[in-house]
């Protein structure tokens, strides 16, 4: 399992019969391993039930994470910006402060409700269940989440891990989130190869977590050339042994170089945070890091830091792996200490490649919960709606003239529009008001198409000098009867083709039709019309558009969608369909 810390202090408060408040803090890091989350969680829920006067609240870098697991049951008011201080684990259960009580807790108000309402903030059992059924295969499921692996390794690793084998967390960790910087120890390896390249192999077995096994063998990584030489591929299991521990002795020789110099700085967590501080307050000005002012800066953060209880804590804190490593290596061993023991084979770790079948299951499992919810909430909505509608539905449906589409989408095709675009009316029996005239000469002012000026001058009078003969004007006249004539015969043939088309094709079915004769022939019907056959009737428009609206809203199934919207602006109601469920 990766590091994590659990600290407990006394929260400066008293309740009424004077038994003071305790908060346990949890911190936990966690590298890429989400089961050791809910390990934490598992064991933090048993601690709650030994200590029930024991208040815990836990987050991660999601946050609530507890309320995600269980989010397909939480109530609607409680989302990330309303969960500050409400959420605890309190004698094995769950709890989360009512709204209703605590507008706004603070983590005071919140601890005072939980020692003397707690019966009032038990999550419900729903959400109970959803957290819980998360951790209910722990710590049986911790058990089946370690790998034993066989490893070979310089003997002073070999010490190490066998007076504190939690420190191969530590050495995962130093490998898997290694830099330039780390590297740098891991070419020179001082503190574990005292005698280079002549160091002797032990073969020692490592217990770890799966995760931290596939971050060591997943990963491709060089010997530096101060290390042992390593097996050849071709002797199989032996160079995979010999490998990983190479990858293990390297991550600690970073971690510990890496730590003790920290801790020498005094950098660590503290320190990022306090210099967060600093930025979010303006200390640095706005200065570019790296220039000369930004660096002053730097250091007299540095030196204040140093001077701090803070620097103590952090230095002692990432110092603890150091001495301990120090006090192990001082303790007298050899390699003989580590040979002639007989070494279980490593675990299968098959399950690196074989997981599809898990990934699966866990998938279809949050499908299930997912289309759970849906039903739950389809049920609850149409429980609400029938309601809400009662009797009304069947009042409604009296009322509703299926004529009303027609004429309101008649009258608002017939309605001129402002140069926004079609506007539907607040009103339906009032006329959108447009002064035409102006709105063509706004357009006419705008556009400063030619002679336009000219135009509106003469209509004014502003100008005596422009005469137009009369000649001028029948010439004009004339040519717009000629384009007359000519766009009337671009029609009739684009017309006949049209229709045409239209015979070989099935769309005269999709309509329906009136029942009435075909009407006599005009002068100036097309050829194309008079050869269609006599059963293609006159469509009904009306009862096509009336049609296609209610298909249309069928469709949605009581959904928003476009029919009920475009229908709603102009004030017309659909009716509930009575057949729906049934």
Known sequence: MDKFELKSEEVKTRHDNGVPSFLLLQHIIRHHNLDDEWFTVFLLFHISLRFPSLSIRLWDSDGEFLLIEAAFHLPRWLNPDTSLHRVFIRSGDLHIIPRNRLPEPSLLDSLNFLATSGSESRAPDPVQRAVKNRIKDYPDQARRNMHRARVRVPASVAQVLKHEPCLISLAVEGFYDRDVDSMKFAAKMERFLEKGKEEELVCVPVKMSRAMYAQLSQQTFRAPKVYPELPGRGEGERYVEAELGMKIACGLEMMYQQRKRDGVEGKGATWEVFKESLEKNGYFQGLLSGSNEYQRLMQN??????????????????????????????????????????????????????????????????????????????????????????????????????????????????????????????????????????????????????????????????????????????????????????????????????????????????????????????????????????????????????????????????????????????????????????
């Open 301 to 582: 953060a540095q030196e204040y830091y140093r001077n701090t209880s803070l620097h103590s804590k952090a230095s002692d804190l990432m110092n603890a792996p150091v001495r301990r490593i120090d006090e192990i290596l001082a303790l007298p061993y050899s390699v003989d200490d580590f040979k002639g023991q007989e070494v279980p084979p490593s675990d299968d770790d098959s399950w690196i490649y074989n997981g599809e079948e898990e990934l699966n299951s866990a998938l279809m499992e949050r499908q299930k919960e997912m289309e759970l919810y849906d039903l739950k909430h389809k049920k609850k909505g149409k429980g609400k709606e029938d309601q809400d509608t009662g009797l009304s539905s069947s009042s409604n449906a009296d009322e509703f003239d299926p004529g009303d589409i027609a004429k309101t989408m008649q009258k608002f095709v017939n309605t001129l529009s402002s140069y926004k675009g079609a506007e539907a009316p607040e009103d339906r029996n009032k006329e959108v008001d447009l002064d035409v005239d102006q709105f063509i000469k706004d357009m006419e002012s705008i556009m400063k198409l030619p002679g336009e000026v000219a135009d509106s001058n003469v209509e004014e009078g502003s100008s005596s000098d422009l005469d137009f003969d009369d000649s001028g004007e029948s010439d004009m006249a004339e040519s717009a009867e000629d384009d007359d004539d000519v766009e009337d015969t671009f029609m009739r043939s684009y017309s006949d083709v049209m229709n045409e088309e239209l015979k070989e094709t099935t769309l005269q079915k999709s309509f329906v039709r009136a029942n009435e004769q075909i009407p006599k022939k005009d002068e100036g019907t097309s050829n194309a019309a008079e050869d269609m056959d006599e059963d293609f009737s006159p469509v009904d428009v009306d009862v096509n558009l009336v049609k296609s609206f209610l298909d249309s809203f069928s469709s949605q199934q009581g959904l928003p969608g476009p029919a009920s919207n475009l229908l709603g602006l102009m004030g017309v109601q659909f009716p509930q369909d009575a057949k729906k469920g049934k």
